[in-house]
């Protein structure tokens, strides 16, 4: 709901003629995603990468909008399937690159667990979920969302 509710916000037609589309990303639950990567049976991999927000990423994020900005790229949608009868093997650059999916997109991974039984994990289906407590003497609902923003993004950093 948080989602849809600022992409209406932030893709209004008067923002959209200084800045062109907002793009809204879901924050996932910390360590979700490396805890699905160390998996060894991933036979399916999808990677949603959105352009990453400029204030904010690591040096790789960097490269990586600087390789979107020359190819004039909006988008880029990966998928790695497995050879039949076998499983991906993940190297340091996808993971790099799911990392910035996880940020700025999604990440989407099928595979077997120990039991030989489908797993499927999404970043989409694994919110981040912060926790604040809201005094109505001392916080306007506005103030409140104000001071939890600040708070988590002083956690991501």
Avoid at 110 to 131: F, I, W
């Amino acid at each position: 709901m948080a989602m849809k509710a600022l992409n209406g916000i932030l893709n209004n037609p008067v923002l959209q003629e200084s800045f062109g589309v907002i793009e809204i990303t879901h924050v996932p639950e910390q360590d979700g995603l490396d805890a699905a990567l160390a998996s060894k049976r991933i036979h399916n991999l999808v990677l949603r990468i959105t352009r990453p927000n400029a204030d904010h990423f690591a040096k790789y994020e960097q490269q990586y909008l600087a390789k979107m900005n020359k190819q004039n790229t909006a988008e880029i949608i990966e998928e790695h399937k497995a050879v039949k009868g076998e499983f991906l093997v993940i190297d340091q650059d996808t993971r790099k690159k799911a990392k910035i999916a996880e940020s700025n997109g999604y990440v989407e991974l099928k595979g077997l667990d120990g039991d030989n039984k489908p797993v499927q994990y999404s970043t989409l289906s694994h919110p981040r979920v912060e926790t604040g407590y809201y005094d109505i003497n001392l916080d306007t609902s506005l103030s409140f969302l104000f001071k939890m923003a600040r708070d988590i993004i002083n956690k991501m950093k």
